[in-house]
């Protein structure tokens, strides 16, 4: 069971947007910003999304978050084929002392 | 880019002691604005964060595994150890180390910011007699 909570799978045609929520509490994301991981087939993760909203260099504006009390989005548009992934949700948790992760998305582009 | 490498043995016992160590290159270890630390996924499921270890040798480690790890550092060596002990079939798993960034977000929120921003490819360990 995951602290952070994401729907175990979502969907959408090539070109359209899509997103994808996660879940936690005052512990995690009510209290410190959210980061998004995108995990291609049978690769590492990658990091998406920090700081709520930011994206590293190299990561397209087509990919974009936000956050709103305990609960965030990423949202990615003009959707490719190649954007077909596992996307997992983190942050900080006090509780814990350490980052705690959502279950993670499996996004099918259909 | 921060090339991260694990490396250790891929078959591990039950009830014996897992033990891998991660070598970065491209970049010091002793950066004291960077923790490293170690996240699994067991096959077919999510991330698990394990733990951090600070330059300074100072550990975070998660509750529910804090009483079979132990992370440590070389910062000779340029490198960072996991140790999990007593393992069983459920710590069978893709086991990766990556950088870890935490600081207080520009906002002045009090927020935290924290994220891994580099990891190494990971190495599956399997549990088995």
């Known amino acids: 069971q995951s602290v952070l909570t994401q729907p175990p799978s979502a969907s959408a045609t090539p070109g359209q947007r899509v997103t994808i929520s996660c879940s936690g509490s005052?512990?995690?994301?009510?209290?410190?910003?959210v980061t998004w991981y995108q995990q291609l087939p049978g690769t590492a993760p990658k990091l998406l999304i920090y700081?709520?909203?930011q994206r590293p260099s190299g990561v397209p504006d087509r990919f974009s978050g936000s956050k709103s009390g305990t609960s965030a989005s990423l949202a990615i548009s003009g959707l490719q084929s190649d954007d077909e992934a596992d996307y997992y949700c983190?942050?900080?948790?006090?509780?814990?002392?350490?980052?705690?992760f959502g279950g993670g998305t499996q996004l099918i582009v259909l | 880019q921060l090339p991260l490498q694990e490396s250790g043995p891929r078959l591990v016992k039950p009830s014996e002691t897992l033990s891998l160590t991660c070598t970065v290159s491209?970049?010091?270890?002793?950066?004291?604005?960077?923790?490293w630390g170690w996240v699994r996924q067991p096959p077919g499921k999510g991330l698990d964060w394990i733990g951090n270890?600070?330059?300074?040798?100072?550990?975070f480690y998660n509750p529910s595994l804090k009483s079979r790890v132990t992370l440590s550092i070389d910062t000779s060596k340029n490198q960072f150890t996991l140790k999990l002990s007593s393992v069983t079939a459920a710590d069978t798993a893709v086991y990766y180390c990556?950088?870890?960034?935490?600081?207080?977000?520009?906002?002045?929120?009090?927020?935290?910011?924290?994220?891994?921003?580099?990891w190494g490819q990971g190495t599956l360990v399997t549990v088995s007699s």
């Open positions: 990556a950088r870890h960034k935490e600081a207080f977000s520009p906002s002045g929120s009090g927020s935290l910011d924290a994220f891994f921003d580099f």
């Open positions: 983190a942050a900080f948790d006090d509780s814990q002392n350490g980052p705690v």
């Open positions: 270890v600070y330059y300074s040798g100072s550990t």
């Open positions: 491209g970049g010091s270890i002793s950066s004291s604005d960077y923790y």
């Open positions: 005052s512990f995690n994301i009510g209290g410190n910003t």
């Open positions: 700081s709520n909203n």
